[in-house]
Nanobody
Framework: VQLQAFGGGLVQAGDSLRLSCAAS????????MGWFRQAPGKERECVAA????????HYADSVKGRFTISRDSAKNTVYLQMNSLKPEDTAVYYC?????????????????WGQGTEVTVSS
């Protein structure tokens, strides 16, 4: 069972990026999926989460209106569209799946994690 996150890179402030998280080994279409990020010296935080149907989403206040989480169950893939990027968005971004609860933003309730993809936003 693997989650592979990709799509990170070095961009300038105001640019956009789309992160993708591809699941393999089992289907994650019925699970809550989340995107987390961890900046140097900071704790890992939930940026966005989405339930199995896509009908419920959550965004951190710092990214509301700029980031959009979505999922394509047929492709077993979750996306994070990031617009109007800011230098403070610089971090390693991780995707994760929770098989334990229907919907959560709590880190410890996620039991499958991808390897992380680095996003650097220059000013």
């Amino acid at each position: 069972v693997q989650l592979q996150a990709f799509g990170g890179g070095l961009v300038q402030a105001g640019d956009s990026l789309r992160l993708s998280c591809a699941a393999s080994g089992r289907t994650f279409s019925s699970y809550c999926m989340g995107w987390f990020r961890q900046a140097p010296g900071k704790e890992r935080e939930c940026v966005a989460a989405i339930n199995w149907s896509g009908g419920t989403t959550h965004y951190a206040d710092s990214v509301k209106g700029r980031f959009t989480i979505s999922r394509d169950s047929a492709k077993n893939t979750v996306y994070l569209q990031m617009n109007s990027l800011k230098p403070e968005d610089t971090a390693v971004y991780y995707c994760a799946a929770s098989t334990r609860v229907v919907f959560t933003t709590t880190l410890r309730e996620y039991d499958y994690w991808g390897q992380g993809t680095e996003v650097t936003v220059s000013s």
